[in-house]
Structures are given as C-alpha cells and as structure tokens.
C-alpha cells in the first residue's frame, strides 16, 4: 500500500473529543498529529462512515478550547484516522 501522506507524523499523546450528531460525548486518545491530520485511539466501532465530517477538540484545554473540522479518511482496528478540513 502506497502511503499518501503529505506531511510528517510526529506521536503526541493528548485527550480529544470528536462531535457529531451521531456520537455520545467522548474522549479519545492520539496516536500522532501532523500539519494535514490526526490518528485517534477509537478501535473500529466509532460507528461513523468514512467521508464523515467531524468536530474536534482539545478535551484537556480548559478555557475555550477551539474546534477544528475533519474528515474521516481512515477506519483500522485501531482507531480512526482524521484529515483537518480549512474552512
């Protein structure tokens, strides 16, 4: 399989939350961030399509935390990968 990743991964573990409609409120854990994504922690039960467009946000910033668009781009057994979209 060809990676098509534009941008470096650097691990960096942190708590976020992902919002949707579909979704009870929950935190899930990183696995690596990088200018264009992140990989969360999830395992394959997120219950979400790829090609969904998602809410993200810092779980551990406790003043207004901000919120960042994303796409579902990647489902596996560990979790869910997730592409920043720019408004």
Not at 9 to 35: C, G, W
């Amino acid at each position: 399989m060809r990676d098509q990743r534009q941008h470096p991964r650097t691990s960096f573990t942190a708590r976020v939350k992902i919002m949707h409609p579909d979704l009870a409120d929950n935190s899930y854990a990183t696995r690596d961030v990088a200018q264009g994504g992140v990989f969360l922690y999830c395992g394959d039960q997120i219950g979400l399509p790829v090609g969904t467009e998602v809410i993200v946000q810092d779980d551990e910033i406790l003043e207004d935390p901000p919120q960042v668009k994303a796409r579902i781009v990647r489902i596996d057994s560990d979790g869910i990968a997730l592409m920043f979209i720019e408004d």
